[in-house]
């Protein structure tokens, strides 16, 4: 142990057993050669080989050669101390020589000559070297995912109920949840839908919208989750997006509270058209609008939850924790999101929460939390400035506080001077639009489809507050 602790490289190593070999041949002990090695090796290895040298290093250890060789552990003749030091000397003398010779061999070579070796130190004579510790400054790499191997890999079941899953789910998030998918309880859930589907209960959104926030956000490109709860369960609305309706749907009242919010943060921002609710604009630059729970039946909210969703999209977010470590901004609207990134690591991820933007609970400090501002002052300080988000919907709008290169346009390419619209005859309005136009001011169904939640706080603060009361009087 006490060779160990001094000879801290390899060919120290190799230079000790070859001294021991040297040693062994004088023959005169086994035990003498055993302690020479033990005490002299060190001071040959950190010192130039002389005879001063070794009297100075003796000194220094306050040891003398007389010292160690008549001690009684070795019992060497006097008579063979000289040519029993000047065997290990020049053994010792050899090895160094070989040494310089290979590292000036490799450094004429180049750096193929001199890789480092596995296993190159001390450590690995005595056991197995430990494995090199990740670095957590960047995100994981991207896996090395081949589809087409683990789908035949799969069983004729598997396959015929994970088909929407190998069509539509993005090969980014496939690759990382390949194994969530095959377990009983998802499968269950694929068997549940496929029951709905045989007894003719429509549900939404399409099949083939489900998994689209997959393939408009890849997972090595988000930057920010928003988490919602249920689909909208009306026609041409759900369309796989949190908050987000399929156009010439309206925006619904919680979409149009977060408009109310976004112009507070951001006064360029402009509402879209025609009071629209498309976000896939926002999907497509990072932005990850993820559902609790991925589907619905037509016009009756909460009736696809505890099928399974809850677990597979809990396992989104666990994944989004774990493996995207530069970082990301999670917006928790409402007591049920805010309960899904409890687990979330505030140390690597910014968590924003605030209460549900439905008209129910939206004055509650909903228009003035400031997430949209907040989530792209920290995405700047953490990706610089590519890391913002431009939450504006329109093509001639932006948000953001420098423009990028890319959308810079140079004075021929700026747009031409607008011409005055012409003149029209006001059209007559039909009895039809009249009655559209009031639906989209303001529909129940629209707050049942989305505010289910922030009416479930709603009422449990009202029962709070009779508890109150109660207990004053």
Not at 184 to 212: I, M, N
Not at 384 to 395: C, K, M, S, V, Y
Not at 456 to 466: F, I, M, R, S
Request: glycine share 4%.
């Amino acid at each position: 142990m006490w060779l160990v602790g001094h000879v801290l490289t390899r060919s120290a190593t190799r230079s000790a057993l070859m001294g021991f070999r040297f040693a062994s041949r004088l023959r005169e002990s086994r035990r003498a050669s055993c302690s020479l090695v033990t005490f002299l090796f060190p001071l040959f290895l950190t010192a130039p080989i002389s005879s001063s040298s070794l009297k100075s290093q003796f000194k220094h250890r306050n040891l003398r050669p007389t010292t160690i060789l008549s001690s009684r552990y070795i019992r060497v003749p006097p008579s063979n101390w000289r040519p029993l030091l000047k065997s290990i000397t020049k053994a010792t003398c050899h090895i160094r020589s070989l040494t310089m010779l290979k590292r000036k061999a490799g450094a004429a070579g180049g750096n193929d000559a001199k890789k480092p070796k596995a296993n190159g130190n001390i450590a690995s004579f005595f056991g197995a070297p430990k494995p090199a510790a990740k670095g957590s400054g960047a995100d994981a790499p991207a896996l090395k995912f081949d589809k087409q191997k683990w789908v035949d890999s799969l069983t004729p079941e598997q396959k015929t109920l994970l088909q929407l899953e190998i069509d539509t789910l993005h090969e980014s998030w496939l690759a990382h949840l390949k194994d969530d998918i095959t377990t009983t309880q998802f499968l269950d859930l694929k068997r549940f839908l496929q029951a709905e589907t045989k007894a003719g209960r429509k549900w939404f959104p399409p099949a083939e919208d489900v998994y689209s926030w997959s393939r408009h956000t890849p997972f090595n490109e988000i930057k920010v989750v928003i988490v919602g709860q249920d689909p909208y369960h009306n026609v041409n609305q759900a369309h796989g997006m949190a908050f987000s309706v399929r156009p010439p749907t309206p925006a619904p009242p919680s979409l149009k509270n977060m408009y109310v919010a976004l112009k507070k943060d951001y006064p360029a921002f402009e509402v879209p058209p025609n009071r629209g609710g498309l976000l896939t604009p926002w999907a497509d630059r990072g932005v990850l609008m993820l559902n609790t729970c991925l589907t619905v039946r037509a016009h009756e909210a909460f009736s696809h939850s505890n099928r399974g969703w809850e677990a597979f999209t809990e396992k989104v977010i666990k994944l989004i924790n774990q493996k995207r470590t530069r970082g990301v901004v999670f917006m928790a609207w409402g007591t049920p999101a805010g309960k899904r990134v409890q687990k979330v690591d505030k140390t690597r991820h910014l968590v924003l929460n605030s209460v549900h933007p439905s008209p129910l609970s939206a004055m509650r400090g909903f228009f003035d939390c400031g997430h949209f501002k907040k989530a792209n002052a920290w995405l700047i300080e953490r990706y610089g400035d590519d890391g913002e988000i431009d939450w504006a919907l329109n093509p001639d709008n932006t948000t953001l506080s420098k423009p990028r290169k890319e959308e810079q346009k140079t004075p021929e390419q700026k747009a031409p001077e607008k011409k005055a619209p012409e003149k029209k005859a006001p059209e007559a309005k039909t009895p039809e639009k009249k009655v559209l136009e009031k639906k989209d001011e303001f529909d129940e169904t629209d707050i049942l489809s989305d505010d289910e939640e922030a009416l479930a706080e709603a009422l449990n603060q009202a029962e709070e507050q009779v508890k109150k009361q109660t207990k004053s009087s």
